[in-house]
């Protein structure tokens, strides 16, 4: 109230900036006459007024450049995911950014809860830390935790070998041999006699005979003469071409293809192979989430937790320590992943764990009792609703990619130039895609030394025994 005759507002945002306005006239009589709403709402239009914001660059959801005008002047532009999201909130309400430069994400916070700036433009994960010093906008973004290790390239393998059929095949193979030498020599026995000794000489010829015809071998021993031993070894011979015919179709291909070696794909299997995980700075709140937390592998995660890595050289670490990974937000380990650790001839050096570590909800941190954010929060949910954040945050991945492309190009042009190309098609599969290398036959060779070995015992125990023999 001014003195006895008025209510008045200050407005810090108006077409002539910053002002105190009257509402309504007060009379000695204690009438009360509104010359306007006694309550107005003071921020759905900021008139162009200016607002400070602060984030440093998170990709693909917060990146800023410097741009220079005509007139000299230079420009801010802030794009990714949640730098879109700002332009809408501008838009709506009609204000300009101002981003405030910060070194470290702990000052950006700071900024924040100081009241210095009044949104942080990228979003951070919900935890109860968080709420004790500052307010957070609606939920906008499911923030999924996860973790990156260096990627042991998959080889050629031996046991490649054994891959045309499932394990169960092989089962069902070896049990359905057993059977069938047992009646095939149950036959012999019984019905050839006279070309047996005994029903032990019986089960050899047969089992031996039955491995020839699974290596497309002749019989080395008796062919069966009665109808019942012709009809079994006819049933045998037709099984054994079918199984035989689908191994052989499909033995190239899986000695060709590389085995990936066994590796960490979820939390329980991480913190039991690794000596540290690295994080950024602002997953200090999170560590501290994970150390008070009453599961087992998320406390221990918690302890392995080394604050104050960027996420460039968190990974870049992973790479050169075997027995180290990074853990961030997987949005944002994907656009660097894409970006910065994708080779030229477009393979990775890294792997994200494909089960994620835990899910928060995400949202933009703005000072205790912001006045407006009930408008930013209107802003966000229609943002969101209309399936624009998910489409800003694959235009930017898109981006990256066309990046890894043009990178890819220019490396395969270079060696066109240098008459390297050759090499580069046998190591991506090209002209070379045909040739099996040592690499892929090591599974034929291994079987060829271990029938060598066990034919030397044997040979050195026939040896043996014929020595004994003479004696």
């Known amino acids: 109230m001014d003195g006895d005759n008025f209510f008045n507002s200050s407005y810090p945002f108006s077409p002539s900036g910053p002002r105190v306005i009257k509402l309504a006239a007060y009379h000695q009589e204690l009438n009360v006459y509104e010359k306007r709403q006694l309550f107005p709402d003071k921020y759905r239009n900021f008139h162009g007024g200016v607002i400070n914001v602060t984030s440093l660059e998170h990709t693909p959801h917060f990146m800023a450049r410097v741009e220079t005008e005509a007139d000299g002047t230079e420009k801010t532009i802030m794009y990714g995911s949640d730098g879109m999201l700002l332009h809408a909130m501008e838009d709506k309400l009609n204000f300009t950014s101002y981003l405030m430069p910060a070194k470290t994400w702990e000052e950006v916070l700071q900024f924040v809860i100081d009241r210095v700036a009044y949104i942080s433009p990228v979003y951070w994960e919900l935890v109860p830390d968080h709420l004790v010093t500052h307010d957070m906008t609606v939920v906008y973004e499911n923030a999924y935790f996860a973790f990156s290790m260096a990627a042991t390239p998959a080889k050629p393998h031996w046991s490649g070998l054994f891959l045309p059929l499932a394990n169960e095949t092989w089962l069902g193979l070896f049990i359905s041999w057993g059977f069938s030498t047992l009646a095939l020599a149950l036959v012999l026995y019984v019905k050839e006699k006279d070309k047996v000794s005994s029903m032990f000489g019986a089960v050899g010829v047969a089992g031996y005979d039955l491995v020839a015809t699974m290596l497309d071998q002749n019989f080395n021993f008796l062919l069966p003469i009665s109808a019942t031993g012709r009809i079994m070894m006819m049933s045998w011979l037709t099984f054994?071409?079918?199984?035989?015919?689908?191994?052989?179709?499909?033995?190239?291909?899986?000695?060709?293809?590389?085995?990936?070696?066994?590796?960490?794909?979820?939390?329980?299997?991480?913190?039991?192979i690794v000596d540290k995980v690295t994080a950024e700075n602002y997953l200090h709140s999170t560590k501290v989430f994970f150390m008070v937390s009453d599961y087992p592998p998320y406390k221990k995660l918690g302890d392995l937790m080394e604050i104050g890595y960027e996420t460039s050289v968190g990974m870049q670490t992973a790479v050169d320590n075997k027995r180290s990974a990074h853990v961030d937000f997987l949005k944002h380990m994907n656009h660097v992943l894409v970006d910065k650790f994708t080779k030229p001839d477009g393979t990775t050096a890294l792997y994200i764990g494909k089960k994620k570590i835990v899910h928060f909800p995400a949202c933009m941190p703005v000072p205790h009792d912001l006045p407006f954010l009930p408008l930013l929060d209107d802003i966000i949910m229609s943002v969101v609703e209309a399936g624009l954040m998910e489409k800003w945050y694959n235009d930017e991945i898109e981006i990256a990619r066309r990046k890894s492309l043009k990178k890819q190009r220019e490396y395969r042009e270079t060696l066109l130039k240098n008459n390297e190309m050759v090499e580069v098609e046998n190591n991506e599969g090209g002209d070379g895609a045909g040739s099996l290398t040592m690499a892929h036959l090591t599974g034929p060779f291994f079987l060829l030394a271990a029938g060598a070995v066990v034919s030397t015992v044997v040979f050195l125990n026939e040896l043996g025994s014929k020595i004994v023999y003479c004696k």
Request: hydrophobic share 45%; proline share 6%.
């Open 240 to 272: 054994i071409f079918i199984i035989s015919s689908l191994y052989k179709a499909n033995l190239k291909a899986y000695l060709m293809m590389p085995s990936s070696p066994s590796r960490a794909e979820t939390v329980e299997e991480l913190v039991h």
